[in-house]
């Protein structure tokens, strides 16, 4: 059996209550060589291993080895600054607390979304981008 592996790039999309996501195959996880389409709050990437039997018979395995998630233009806050400098940030502090979130990353859609140690918030110059959104400011 030949096996391939192959990386992609999943992008993260807000619509509303949900993200969408979509994904694009890339050569590497290099993500300053990353293309942002419109609308992309963050992405990360993953591999899939592609095996080929004898008889041609394709088998595709899950998708394995995230990386962190990329964060486009966002702004991370701690609990403390959270607490002193976000308005009406009463149920946030909340969920924060309830999940022991030290961070939180305010995304350049104006969500909040957890921020973890291997995530990585890329800076707006640093970033190939087709959008026109601009930078997150803490309300």
Not at 18 to 25: F, I
Not at 57 to 80: H, M, N, Q, R
Not at 90 to 100: F, H, K, P, T, Y
Request: net charge negative; hydrophobic share 35%.
């Amino acid at each position: 059996m030949k096996a391939a592996r192959k990386t992609y790039v999943q992008f993260a999309y807000s619509k509303g209550f949900s993200d969408e996501m979509s994904v694009q195959e890339v050569s590497r996880r290099n993500p300053y060589e990353v293309t942002v389409p419109e609308g992309v709050f963050a992405f990360r990437f993953f591999d899939v291993v592609q095996k080929t039997t004898d008889q041609g018979i394709k088998i595709t395995g899950p998708p394995v080895d995230y990386s962190g998630v990329f964060y486009a233009w966002g702004c991370v806050l701690t609990l403390e600054e959270v607490r002193t400098e976000v308005s009406d940030s009463d149920i946030l502090v909340s969920l924060m607390e309830a999940n022991g979130l030290d961070k939180v990353i305010q995304t350049r859609t104006g969500h909040f979304k957890p921020f973890n140690e291997n995530d990585v918030p890329l800076d707006l110059e640093e970033v190939k981008s087709t959008s026109s959104l601009t930078e997150p400011t803490n309300a």
